[in-house]
């Protein structure tokens, strides 16, 4: 399958902080991306729709002042979670569309917010 | 509601076991599903998809019921190795709508 990779894997910083996350589709164009968000024991939410050279689509209670979506090419996006607070600690992960509605994700990134 | 809803488990099996166990979807315009596995603080992987008709891949046999919006693996024979989360999820459009999981614990 396709290769998404993230960075960083993992993330500590003080609350008020701004954190940058990576996503690259490394064997494919992406010209979708989406980011999920999982806390402890919980299922993976969607938190924003991704299109390379548009605007990013959030999903309903996603603050997208907050959790800042950027697709400037056809295999990055990232997002810049800004203002970080302890509640915004989790695991993020994104995922990129290959062929017809088939994602593949990243590894994840686990933010912890001090 | 939430749109994917699953039993959390925790399902406990020796290994050689059958465990089997399902979920059910709210959205009936959903048009299909997937078993994922995701094993601890790692991202999901594709196990297989839900036909109606069921479907086999190895071990593992996938059921999809649309009048009753439910949807069931089942792991036979089952490895040390099984010991995951198997999340559901439902597609719709682009869109995948995740449950939250069921754990899977195979002992020796």
């Known amino acids: 399958g396709a290769v998404v990779s993230q960075h960083p894997s993992r993330v500590i910083c003080k609350s008020g902080t701004s954190v940058k996350i990576e996503c690259r589709s490394l064997?494919?164009?992406?010209?979708?991306m989406f980011w999920y968000r999982q806390f402890p024991k919980q299922s993976l939410m969607l938190m924003a729709t991704?299109?390379?050279?548009?605007?990013?689509?959030?999903e309903q209670g996603v603050e997208k002042d907050k959790f800042l979506i950027n697709h400037a090419s056809l295999t990055l996006s990232t997002l810049t979670v800004t203002s970080a607070h302890p509640e915004d600690s989790s695991f993020y992960i994104c995922?990129?569309?290959?062929?017809?509605?088939?994602?593949?994700f990243g590894p994840g990134t686990r933010l912890t917010v001090l | 509601r939430k749109e994917v809803e699953q039993d959390p488990g925790p399902f406990n099996v020796p290994e050689g076991a059958t465990v089997a166990f399902n979920c059910t979807y709210s959205?009936?315009?959903?048009?299909?599903f997937f078993w994922y596995r995701q094993d601890c603080r790692k991202e999901p992987k594709l196990l297989m998809s839900?036909?109606?008709s069921g479907n086999e891949d190895g071990r593992f046999t996938a059921q999809l019921n649309r009048a009753s919006q439910y949807i069931s693996l089942l792991i036979r024979d089952s490895k040390l190795s099984d010991s995951a989360t198997y999340l559901c999820?439902?597609?719709?459009?682009?869109?995948?709508?995740f449950g939250a999981g069921t754990t899977v614990t195979v002992r020796a």
């Open positions: 995922s990129g569309l290959a062929g017809p509605n088939e994602q593949f």
């Open positions: 064997d494919f164009q992406a010209t979708t």
């Open positions: 991704s299109n390379e050279g548009s605007k990013a689509t959030y």
């Open positions: 959205n009936s315009a959903s048009q299909s």
């Open positions: 839900v036909y109606s």
């Open positions: 999820v439902a597609r719709n459009d682009y869109k995948l709508s």
